[in-house]
């Protein structure tokens, strides 16, 4: 079956240290893989979008890597902040439709000081 | 980008009762989806509304427990009806991004049943 996965247990992380969240899928061929970061009581906000042709992308203290071979994206946060604490999404744009995205159930980041 | 205003933010219903729930975006969209969002869960798509034609319900909802309207291109409503405890849930409606790719959200209304 077709499913995106990431680690339903928060991930506790040392301020000022880097946090890295995984993002694995089965069975999907992306043309996109996007991550987003909602907040409590809050809709999802998007972060980044890679390319299925691309390998790395960075924003700011922000760093998505995408592994079509290992169907595997890495998203890391450098210098973390308690401010990133929050609960962070992938979702991937299937090849094969041209506008739904497909969700990961997403895991939860807290930043400690 | 798109700024979405979503109403309301919460709510608790009796069951049997319906909630309308209503998305104002500040452009013209064609498309705008509406979204279910357990606890610990992902995003699960309702449906999505297109501006003059029907919305097109995924696998699971049907029209007559989620009817939607869109009378234009910046507005839709979202109601769900005849509600149950099962129906507790976050909903959210959104819309793509200028590029077609990226997807902006409202900020959600979160539904409780009782």
């Known amino acids: 079956s077709q499913k995106i996965e990431q680690n339903s247990e928060a991930l506790n992380i040392q301020e000022g240290k880097t946090a890295t969240l995984t993002c694995n899928y089965t069975?999907?061929?992306?043309?996109?893989l996007q991550w987003y970061r909602q907040d409590p009581g809050r809709g999802p906000v998007f972060l980044l979008l890679?390319?299925?042709n691309e390998k790395e992308k960075r924003k700011e203290r922000l760093k998505v890597t995408f592994d079509t071979t290992l169907k595997q994206s890495l998203f890391h946060i450098t210098a973390s902040q308690p401010a990133d604490s929050a609960t962070y999404l992938c979702?991937?744009?299937?090849?094969?439709?041209?506008?739904?995205?497909?969700w990961g159930a997403g895991t939860k980041l807290i930043i400690k000081p | 980008s798109a700024v979405i205003s979503q109403k309301p933010s919460r709510d608790i219903c009796q069951r049997g009762t319906s909630l309308t729930i209503q998305c104002q975006v500040d452009?013209?969209?064609?498309?705008m989806f509406w979204y279910r969002q357990q606890p610990g869960q992902s995003l699960t798509l309702i449906a999505t509304?297109?501006?003059?034609?029907?919305?097109?319900?995924e696998s699971g909802f049907v029209i007559d427990k989620f009817p939607i309207s869109r009378p234009n291109l910046t507005f839709s409503t979202l109601t769900v009806s005849n509600m149950s405890p099962e129906d507790s849930s976050i909903y959210l409606c959104?819309?793509?991004?200028?590029?077609?790719?990226?997807?902006?959200f409202g900020q959600g209304t979160r539904l409780t049943v009782v």
């Open positions: 979702a991937l744009n299937p090849m094969d439709s041209n506008y739904q995205l497909i």
């Open positions: 069975n999907y061929s992306p043309a996109y």
């Open positions: 509304a297109n501006q003059g034609s029907e919305a097109t319900y």
């Open positions: 452009s013209q969209v064609t498309m």
């Open positions: 890679i390319r299925e």
């Open positions: 959104s819309v793509d991004g200028d590029r077609g790719t990226e997807a902006f």
